[in-house]
């Protein structure tokens, strides 16, 4: 009867192990969010978001698996694509934090950004997230994390003023424990500006931690914030198609 039980065990325990997830094979990931207002000022324009959400405010671009030598994946299974009744009940609110201003297409369409998302990044994380895990903890993200209030409280506004880089940075750092990354663009006169913010989590997007590698080279030690866009200063732009 001991060697049956015994024997159980270790069957039960054989099954225990094969049948556990298999840890990330990426090393960590960048959590993006844009300024629309650098889209906006920019050669190519925006567009306004077509579900009339004009809040002034970061928006949500995506959640990025990243590895530590620079390279990442992407594109990994074409069997999982993108599936909107997967989120359906979080529609609402990527309406709001995950708005198209042109980074994909014009004229905007949420669904293609949001499309894109899942199927470049999105399936390279399964074995962290499912779709619907994948969209609410980049949600869940937007909410901790009020990036446009950790600025202002600093004095950092989008006034169109200039301010330093390293004093960007050092506002979120003070926020979160560490620095982010900072991509900027330009604007029509060719001055740097703010674009996106590369905040870096652990690669279970659990907590945040430090970035191995940031993408700064694109900016100046002062950049420009530029103010939100006013609806009705906003026409038909050229569609600013994302290389990410």
Same mark, same amino acid.
């Given at each position: 009867?001991? +060697?049956?039980? =015994? /024997?159980?065990?270790?069957?039960?325990?054989?099954?225990?192990?094969?049948?556990?997830?298999?840890?990330?094979?990426?090393?960590?990931?960048?959590?993006?969010?844009?300024?629309? #207002?650098?889209?906006? %000022?920019?050669?190519?324009? @925006? @567009?306004?978001?077509?579900?009339?959400?004009?809040?002034? $405010?970061?928006?949500?671009?995506?959640?990025?698996?990243?590895?530590?030598?620079?390279?990442?994946?992407?594109?990994?299974?074409?069997?999982?694509?993108?599936?909107?009744?997967?989120?359906? $009940?979080?529609?609402?609110?990527?309406?709001?934090?995950?708005?198209? !201003?042109? &980074?994909?297409?014009?004229?905007?369409?949420?669904?293609?950004?949001?499309?894109?998302? !899942?199927?470049?990044?999105?399936?390279? &994380?399964?074995?962290?997230?499912?779709?619907?895990?994948?969209?609410?903890?980049?949600?869940?993200?937007?909410?901790?994390?009020?990036?446009?209030?950790?600025?202002?409280?600093?004095? =950092?506004?989008?006034?169109?003023?200039?301010? +330093?880089? $390293?004093?960007?940075?050092?506002?979120?750092?003070?926020?979160?424990?560490?620095?982010?990354? =900072?991509? @900027?663009?330009? %604007? &029509?006169? #060719?001055?740097?500006?703010?674009?996106?913010?590369?905040?870096?989590? %652990?690669?279970?997007?659990?907590?945040?931690?430090?970035?191995?590698?940031?993408?700064?080279?694109? @900016? /100046?030690?002062?950049?420009?914030?530029?103010?939100?866009?006013?609806? $009705?200063?906003?026409?038909?732009?050229?569609? &600013?198609?994302?290389?990410?």
């Amino acid at each position: 009867m001991r +060697g049956i039980i =015994i /024997a159980s065990f270790l069957i039960l325990q054989s099954l225990v192990v094969f049948s556990s997830p298999s840890p990330p094979d990426f090393n960590f990931f960048y959590w993006v969010t844009y300024w629309p #207002g650098a889209i906006c %000022d920019s050669q190519k324009g @925006c @567009c306004p978001p077509p579900k009339g959400n004009m809040a002034s $405010d970061f928006m949500i671009h995506g959640l990025w698996p990243q590895f530590n030598n620079g390279t990442w994946p992407a594109f990994c299974d074409q069997t999982n694509l993108f599936d909107i009744s997967k989120v359906s $009940d979080l529609v609402s609110r990527m309406e709001k934090k995950w708005t198209e !201003w042109g &980074v994909w297409t014009c004229p905007s369409n949420e669904t293609k950004l949001w499309e894109h998302e !899942w199927n470049k990044h999105g399936t390279c &994380v399964q074995s962290v997230f499912y779709q619907h895990s994948y969209f609410l903890t980049n949600l869940r993200f937007r909410q901790k994390l009020n990036l446009l209030n950790i600025l202002e409280q600093k004095g =950092i506004k989008p006034d169109g003023g200039l301010y +330093g880089l $390293d004093e960007i940075k050092n506002a979120i750092k003070c926020a979160i424990g560490f620095a982010p990354g =900072i991509e @900027c663009n330009e %604007d &029509v006169k #060719g001055t740097k500006q703010l674009f996106q913010i590369y905040i870096c989590l %652990d690669n279970y997007a659990k907590e945040f931690v430090e970035c191995p590698y940031v993408p700064d080279r694109s @900016c /100046a030690s002062k950049i420009k914030f530029p103010k939100f866009p006013k609806k $009705d200063s906003l026409g038909e732009s050229l569609s &600013v198609i994302s290389s990410v």
